[in-house]
């Protein structure tokens, strides 16, 4: 069984860049979020996506963007980075069914300079 | 605004001690619950997924559930310095979007 695997691992932007973050979902996965996590705190939720529909989203703004693909893999897109952008983004996957856990990749640092 | 909370710590104990990491939360909806362990520098890996009132125990870990008080708690037995790690709770509410809201973890530190 293949995991939530993440790319890059490591990303250095500069202010006002534009980053894509990529994400495949566990195999028999149909769910996958996204959170971000700064240094101290825990996962703040940005959106979710089931079968390649948002299905909710979390307190970012709009230059905080994402798909779904057909296979169920995902894309996290920011535009107009900002310093505060600097943070672990995690891809979790889960099978949609009620109450069962997300698993997550092993995500992605990004740094805005 | 559904909020889980969480003693940032850290909590120090010594090996072979019991741990007690605790959680609250204030959605009342919320159905399911999760411990997650995370390493620093690392991606949160499941430990415990909780969702009956009670107590449930998997090898030397036991999660423990109190919906009328609005607390999860997790029990590590035998601590060892490899438990040393953020431990991450998590709660979701059924129906609509199935999305957990995490607490800011736990710090725990187990000493030799």
């Known amino acids: 069984e293949t995991g939530v695997t993440q790319s890059p691992t490591h990303l250095i932007k500069t202010r006002g860049q534009q980053v894509t973050l990529r994400c495949s979902s566990q195999?028999?996965?149909?769910?996958v979020s996204w959170y971000q996590q700064a240094l101290g705190q825990g996962p703040q939720f940005i959106f979710q996506?089931?079968?390649?529909?948002?299905?909710g989203r979390g307190n970012f703004p709009p230059r905080f963007s994402g798909l779904q693909f057909p296979n169920y893999s995902s894309e996290l897109n920011v535009n107009a980075l900002e310093l505060d952008d600097s943070a672990l983004y995690l891809c979790?996957?889960?099978?949609?069914?009620?109450?069962?856990?997300?698993?997550f990749g092993d995500g992605t640092r990004l740094s805005i300079l | 605004q559904k909020e889980v909370e969480q003693n940032s710590g850290p909590l120090s104990v010594p090996e072979g001690a019991i741990a007690s990491l605790n959680c609250t939360y204030s959605?009342?909806?919320?159905?399911?619950f999760f411990w997650y362990r995370q390493y620093s520098g690392k991606s949160p890996e499941l430990i415990m997924s909780?969702?009956?009132?009670g107590d449930k125990e998997d090898g030397r870990f036991t999660a423990q559930l109190n919906k009328a008080s609005q607390y999860v708690s997790l029990l590590i037995r035998d601590s060892q310095p490899s438990d040393s790690a953020t431990y991450l709770c998590?709660?979701?509410?059924?129906?609509?979007?199935?999305?957990?809201?995490f607490g800011r973890g736990t710090s725990l530190i187990v000493h030799p």
């Open positions: 979790a996957s889960s099978d949609g069914t009620p109450n069962q856990p997300q698993h």
């Open positions: 195999s028999g996965h149909n769910t």
């Open positions: 996506y089931y079968r390649e529909e948002e299905n």
């Open positions: 959605d009342r909806g919320s159905q399911s």
């Open positions: 909780i969702y009956s009132n």
């Open positions: 998590a709660g979701a509410a059924s129906g609509g979007s199935y999305i957990p809201t």
